[in-house]
């Protein structure tokens, strides 16, 4: 069932019951589902032990650890069923289909490797739906054989650059090529990126070659400036151009009167942005109060103009939030609104709600309150500005003091924020920075100033009342929510961190200032940046939900997004619970809204992840981009990730990543030691773990699919380390054999037919 029976009681003592831990764990590890009788057999329970076991098991129900498969047995929850509805999304190195569940309510979803077809039938293609058959092979892994095909879903098409009557997928997870037989073509031509679609069927050849397929749009030459940001847009499937109904309703926007609202227009109000902004959404002002502070943060009012169920509602609806590009920005509100009437422009009167809110000395809050006002933006700074301004002690041409007064209630925010423990993971973002030519000039860590962490904190604050006044409201309202690690990433984590001799509280009892006391620890350790990314890797995703659970990295008990309509749904849906709940206009959270918000938060927080992982796909191409002019050239690194299939390393000059696949590895026989997160090999006595400094030779980049390939050429951690016997016995439970070499055509594969994964 994939773990030992653990050491029995002394003779005529009966075995404890395990822990819920235990528990979870077995049935996590177990390859199928389980029953009472395989569960006490396996913990060595008693008949009479039997109620108590039961007992356990309905806990583990009611927290959703465990799920029922028919009438007497059980899974684990994260674990698929043995019968499954899936949709493919790629292929791997073979050509075969790779497939990933339809419905997943974990935080990773598992990957099903399918087998082929049954003769006759055609290939499975992207966006192929199927009911399978599935046997667990892994960790978050399964095989799986079609039982019966369900459909086509949004994925059907491929994209990928067209050459030689061939379309080469952009997307690294699908390595096989597909034919584009004569008059299929559509006109496109040698370089271009295109989109494709599975033709069905074909002959007893196509099943066991490159399958066919027709060309159905063309997307521009693949040496164009801006053809990453367009590749990723079309690859994750983001709404650019606006319906032309949308684009004039924003035009036909006009200026907010004063009217009811009050009038801040005296008030210095500044925003602070990026040096490359154009969309200008909250501004600040701060200055003292007895021995506190009093922060005003204003917001653009874009409750105003985007009306509930009206066409520009809907595509922001649609939209969830904009995406970020080193060469554009694809908005979730037209330009007319977006860089128009709700951007807070410097010296033009903008309509906002904005949050009055007051300190003590230690950044203790003791009141706020919310209006809707008129605001006159003083200035336009910029990150890099108002630092400057800090450092020389100047004010920018602002009043006297202003940007002393900022910094002064930015330190009592902060000063509370310590004394919370949050966990604050300074990981450097990578910038790319373009050239006029539209080519990557140069790749370096985006800056974290001390004023990038003001704004952060002015932020923070103004979502925390804006959640605080919604619940003293009884208003709904759309939570920011982040969880606390699962039980998995927790040992996980644990592990790891035990590597560098630091230890976590046992898991329910774990806090984030835990996390904040190891990252402070590091302080100039070599390894500080990768026990960051580990850590940040080893949290929950954090979602939006109308029902509340708090917020686990800023220690929070409550939390929603207020400060950028602009930009994300959730905020736009907050500013309308607040217009309704403190009776500021017509245009408010209606029933409709309220009752659709369940459905709301899951459809925002996947165009957020869709939106990050687009962001992330587009600088890694970026990245290959630039990397391809030095191929074969050496590179300090880290290792980053430990695989069954190799190892990936991150360049400490500018943070690319990439894979050191089995084949560049040693000529070895190597075992893989997922909780240690270390390869081992059984002859050298090499071993590559998490952190440990190498050095690599880059040996491919493509920029079609991001990928950056990668040579070992030093990284030996024999120093002082025997050489093992040649005839070394097996290696212990919990170790992984790999080889990275296929069977020969007509072998039998390993497993018992069975793919390993």
Known sequence: MGAAPRPRAAEGEPNPIPSREELRTFIRNATGRVGKTEIARHFGLSTDQRPALRVL???????????PVGRRTIRHSANLPDMAALEVFGTDADGDPMARPITWEGSEKPVVYMRPERAGQPALAPGDRVLARITRIGPNKYEGRTFKRIGTGEASRVLGVFSAGMVEPVDRRSRANWIIPPGEENGAEDGELVQAEPIPGGTRERLFGPKPARIVERLGRMDDPKAVSRLVIAAHRIPEEFPEEVVQAAERAQAVPL??????????????????????????????????????????????????????????????????FPDRVVPMLPEALSNGWCSLKPGEDRGCLYVEMRFDGEGEKTGHRFGRGLMRSAARLTYETVQAARDAGEDLELEPGHVARLYGAFAALLAARTRRGTLDLDIAERRVILGPDGKVASIAPRARLDSH???????????????????????????????????EKMETLRGFLSGFGFNLPPSDR??????????EKTGEMPESRLISETILRGQSQAEYNPENIGHFGLALPRYAHFTSPIRRYADLLVHRALIRGLKLGEDGLTEDEA????????????????????????????????????VGAHFPARVSGVTRFGLFVTLEENGASGIIPMNALPDDQWFHEDAAMRLIGRRTGLSFSLGQEVEVRLSEAVPRTGSLTFQLLQGDPR????????????????RQKITDRKPKPGAARPGKGKRPR
């Not at 025997?722 to 097996?730: L, N, S, T, V």
């Open 57 to 67: 098991m309905a806990e583990l129900k009611e927290e959703g650890s465990i799920a």
């Open 510 to 519: 774990v806090r984030p200032g835990d996390f904040a006391r190891i990252l």
């Open 719 to 734: 120093a002082g380390a025997p050489r093992p016997p040649p005839h070394q016995p097996a290696p212990p439970r919990g």
């Open 259 to 324: 009217g009811s609202r009050d009038d801040l227009r005296d008030i210095p109000l500044v925003t602070i942005d990026g040096e490359d902004a154009r969309d200008f959404d909250d501004a600040v002002f701060a200055e003292p109060d007895g021995e506190g502070w009093r922060i005003l943060v204003a917001i653009a009012d874009v409750a105003h103009y985007v009306r509930p169920k009206a066409p520009l509602d809907r595509e922001a609806w649609h939209r969830g939030n904009s995406v970020y």
């Open 595 to 630: 009752a659709s918000m369940p459905d709301t938060g899951e459809h925002i927080t996947k165009t957020e992840r869709r939106a990050a992982l687009a962001e992330r796909d587009a600088v890694d191409r970026y990245l290959a981009a630039y990397m391809a002019d030095r």
């Open 453 to 487: 962490r003001l704004i952060e904190e002015f932020m923070v604050a103004a979502n925390v009342c804006a959640a605080e006044e919604l619940e003293r409201l009884h208003q709904p309202c759309m939570y920011r929510i982040h969880d606390r690690p699962s039980d």
